[in-house]
């Protein structure tokens, strides 16, 4: 139990430390007159949240020394290209009708402003690390039926209204002056003219509590009515499943176990049928133990990233906008738990006296990391032939392949040689037959397919709702931060997967097949497909994502994603049924 534990909290610390960071680069005071530091991010379509640009790969008006701010490792990550924007808003300094450039656009440059404002094109720049967004332009539709007629603008004033508290900027607003537009309609040079206002006002809110309008988005009353019901929903859920497997336990099971234990004369003379003919097949190892183990050490990891990024979560550590520390603390915590799957799998493994452990190694070392940097360096090949800024620096790249081979990889070995030296006789209250039991033919609805469709259904009905929050914050500009929540959901997630994977487990064996290892396994991971069948369904009806690099992204990350949750529910249905077959076979006499 010390592993885990030092564990949360190296994570915490690191993290902690990189928010401290942040958030000196904030705090800074200032003094009348003094610049604030103004970045231009980037640009891209609205309904396309991964397809980001640079700022200046549009024609907008650059400064004479066009210079880029040094990204941090999760500002990459994040696809965040900072550079000093051409607009001046010193501390305290009102601006009216300021100039910032007149220039001509080329017929290229209007088409380019054209085709952005038809994509529906957002800007996003930060003052003094806080977000702001703007639309490039509009499309005028009115009256208008034929598409080919529509005319497109762009704005070129823009209205910067700043509030502060004593030496400190707490928000800054930004508005269009509809009445301020360029036509970019036609394939010919136009003049433009871009300038910006800037209006100071005092406000009581003090720094400390800036972000609040960002976060309280997601505290508002009726999303948290919407949450709660879940929740309850959840409830209802795990009671009406308890209530079932209650009454499997009061009119079957305890009957059977009663007469089993009570008489051993009737034990020895009664013909055995269902559950309790398979004592001496039920504890047999299953086939490909090696694959299973690997299976199982890397779906611990999978819970232990998942519990760890909660618990980080509600501890405040994540803060909407900051740039990249999400994504940097699921590369570190993934990185440092390889040690915890290493423990896991090889433990697990010579508990069902295998005998190659370098092969368990190399296989839960690579039977995530391996498909997942093949989808990465894939998508970040589509990106950097975009020319957007998801695509990772080389860099970038370097830094995280060597997180992969310096700390990856020694903790996964060091976990591995702890599981070897620790490693357990496994505990079978049966002693298992020399030769195995032929399994009678099953009927359609128990085969595994239907099995697997059937399990993942109510784990995935207890997370269905915040799947919608989820993907809206992820795949969308919504903002999420109500890990509590989350936290709650994700244990009612774990109860529901153990229950049914359970009661899966409970009518293989009554129907007295013993080969109940993979298919609970399977079971409980079957929700991952299910996320996975959600994310088609998101993509084509609930959002209006397009073009091959954003489709790209989409299904290659949630396919990934989804992989990952089947793994992780897949080990917690996994030892769930390992705990009840062990209890139900410990409670009767097996020769």
């Not at 007629?149 to 704005?155: F, K, P, S, T, V």
Request: hydrophobic share 45%; with cysteine; aromatic share 16%.
């Amino acid at each position: 139990m010390e592993k885990p534990v030092v564990i949360l909290i190296f994570t915490t610390v690191i993290m902690s430390l990189e928010c401290l960071v942040q958030s000196d680069a904030s705090t800074h005071r200032y003094k009348s007159g003094d610049d604030v530091p103004f970045y231009a991010n980037k640009v891209g379509p609205y309904s396309n949240p991964s397809e980001t640009y640079a700022y200046f790969d549009l024609p907008f008006c650059q400064p004479d020394n066009l210079e880029k701010k040094k990204e941090s490792f999760g500002e990459a990550l994040n696809g965040d290209r900072l550079t000093f924007s051409p607009y001046k808003l010193e501390f305290l300094a009102d601006k009216d009708a300021k100039v910032i450039c007149k220039k001509r656009l080329t017929k290229e440059e209007v088409a380019q402003f054209r085709t952005a404002v038809a994509l529906d094109y957002y800007v996003q720049m930060y003052y003094d690390d806080l977000p702001i967004w703007v639309f490039l332009g509009k499309v005028d539709k009115d009256g208008i039926d034929d598409p080919n007629e529509y005319r497109y603008h762009i704005y070129t004033f823009y209205q910067f209204e700043i509030y502060y508290h004593k030496d400190h900027v707490i928000e800054i607003v930004v508005r269009v002056d509809p009445s301020f537009t360029a036509d970019v309609t036609n394939d010919e040079e136009v003049d433009i003219e871009f300038l910006y206002t800037v209006v100071w006002k005092e406000t009581n809110t003090p720094f400390e509590k800036r972000m609040d309008k960002y976060t309280s988005s997601s505290s508002l009353p009726h999303h948290l009515e919407i949450h709660w019901f879940s929740i309850l929903n959840s409830h209802v859920t795990i009671f009406i499943l308890m209530s079932c497997m209650g009454a499997i336990y009061l009119r079957v099971l305890r009957k059977d176990i009663y007469n089993l234990a009570q008489d051993e004369e009737f034990s020895d003379n009664q013909e055995e049928t269902g559950w309790k003919s398979l004592h001496g097949d039920v504890f047999r190892y299953p086939k490909c133990k090696y694959l299973l183990s690997s299976a199982l050490g890397c779906g611990t990891q999978m819970f232990a990233v998942v519990v760890v990024t909660l618990c980080l979560g509600v501890l405040g550590v994540f803060q909407p906008y900051d740039r990249g520390v999400l994504p940097t603390s699921l590369v570190i915590i993934y990185a440092i738990t390889s040690a915890v799957a290493g423990f896991s799998a090889v433990s697990f493994y010579h508990q069902l006296e295998g005998s190659n452990s370098l092969r368990v190694i190399l296989l839960t070392g690579g039977i995530f990391s391996c498909p997942l940097l093949q989808t990465f360096f894939f998508l970040n090949t589509v990106a950097f032939n975009y020319g957007s800024t998801a695509a990772l620096p080389l860099g970038t790249i370097v830094v995280i392949l060597l997180l992969w081979v310096l700390l990856a990889l020694p903790s996964l070995v060091l976990g591995a040689i702890s599981g070897k030296r620790i490693r357990s006789e496994f505990q079978a209250p049966c002693h298992t037959t020399k030769c195995p039991r032929e399994v009678p033919p099953q009927r359609w609805y128990r085969h595994v397919i239907t099995q697997m469709a059937m399990a993942g259904l109510l784990p995935f009905a207890v997370i269905n709702i915040q799947l919608y929050y989820i993907f809206a914050s992820v795949w969308g500009h919504r903002i999420y931060t109500v890990y509590s929540i989350l936290f709650v959901v994700f244990i009612l997630l774990l109860i529901t997967t153990a229950l049914v994977s359970i009661a899966m487990t409970y009518i293989q064996l009554a129907a007295e097949d013993h080969e109940w290892w993979w298919r609970s396994f399977l079971c409980g991971g079957s929700t991952g497909l299910y996320v996975f069948g959600y994310s088609i369904y998101y993509y084509f009806l609930r959002s209006d994502m397009n073009g091959f690099m954003q489709t790209s992204f989409f299904f290659g990350y949630m396919a990934c994603v989804s992989y990952g949750v089947f793994l992780m529910l897949g080990t917690v249905g996994f030892h769930a049924c390992l705990l009840f077959v062990r209890l139900l076979y410990g409670c009767i006499k097996c020769e």
